[in-house]
């Protein structure tokens, strides 16, 4: 669905991005298919075509935030955001940041978390800004969206 709402069905950047990554079934628990994308770091050409997927789809968007959900989105995040000319912001499970946050609760497929970023990360309406979901559920990107929309 993702490929042919993006104008990348058939593109062999795709096959090459889902052959990279490992799929562990029942973990963390009985029922999940996890996908694990160390594997996907360790194919260069892979990890190359997963960053300029994403840079070629957001590089003329004025996007002036890409935030990364600890810590998939640390993997992706940054180099994502230096190609587009964007600042990056790590979202951190709790206690891991200094300082005063923000935080928000959300549900996973095998229980529930939290997620917190430094206040004054993001200005309030900063033009162009987006939250990038990197391989994570979607109750996490909606969980995001409830955090910066408090600023």
Do not use: C
């Not at 709402?5 to 096959?15: A, F, I, S």
């Not at 990890?47 to 959900?69: C, L, N």
């Not at 964007?86 to 206690?95: H, M, S, V």
């Not at 095998?110 to 309030?124: A, K, N, S």
């Amino acid at each position: 669905m993702f490929a042919a709402e993006n104008g990348l069905k058939g593109d062999p950047r795709l096959e090459a991005i889902s052959a990279a990554i490992r799929v562990v079934p029942d973990f963390p628990k009985k029922g999940i298919m996890f996908q694990d994308i160390t594997t996907l770091l360790l194919d260069h050409k892979a990890f190359k075509h997963t960053i300029d997927i994403f840079v070629d789809r957001y590089r003329d968007m004025q996007i002036s935030v890409v935030a990364g959900v600890e810590a998939r989105g640390f993997l992706l995040g940054p180099s994502i955001a230096l190609a587009i000319g964007a600042k990056f912001i790590p979202l951190r499970k709790p206690g891991k940041l200094p300082g005063k946050v923000i935080s928000e609760s959300y549900e996973l497929e095998y229980g529930h978390d939290r997620l917190e970023m430094h206040v004054g990360t993001v200005e309030p309406r900063e033009p162009g800004s987006f939250r990038l979901r990197l391989f994570s559920p979607g109750r996490v990107h909606v969980s995001l969206l409830q955090v910066s929309s408090s600023l």
